[in-house]
């Protein structure tokens, strides 16, 4: 019913930049509320950053706010994550999720997820 596919991973060096971008298929009403996730080896998936087709609920992780940016283009129905200054602590494979819900929240079991793309900072 819904595909989401990610793009824009890869490998660069600390405080250097990346926008990654989240393409969904199949729905509108199921993607009301897109966020982004992120998985590091040894350690709980961690939400990243969600917002809502109109953008009326948007809401980051502390550890993000200030250096990512989430925004969507509802024509394309793609979500992208830019990420600015990364650190080290960045690194983890980073996942495109999709729901209907009517707000961002962090917490929430989100139906629809994506493969995945690697984000690797070096020191």
């Known amino acids: 019913q819904v595909q989401l596919v990610e793009s824009g991973g890869g490998l660069v060096q600390a405080g250097a930049s990346l926008r990654l971008s989240c393409a969904a298929s199949?729905?509108?009403?199921?993607?009301?509320?897109m966020a982004w996730f992120r998985h590091a080896p040894g350690k709980e998936r961690e939400f990243v950053a969600a917002?809502?087709?109109?953008?009326?609920?948007?809401i980051y992780a502390d550890s993000v706010k200030g250096r990512f940016i989430i925004s969507r283009d509802n024509v394309k129905n793609t979500v992208y994550l830019q990420m600015n200054s990364l650190k080290p602590e960045d690194t983890a494979v980073y996942y495109c999720?999709?729901?209907?819900?009517?707000?961002?929240?962090?917490?929430?079991?989100?139906?629809?997820w994506g493969q995945g793309t690697q984000v690797t900072v070096s020191s």
């Open positions: 917002m809502t087709r109109s953008g009326s609920s948007t």
């Open positions: 199949g729905g509108t009403s199921s993607t009301n509320a």
């Open positions: 999720a999709a729901g209907p819900f009517w707000e961002a929240r962090p917490n929430v079991r989100y139906p629809y």
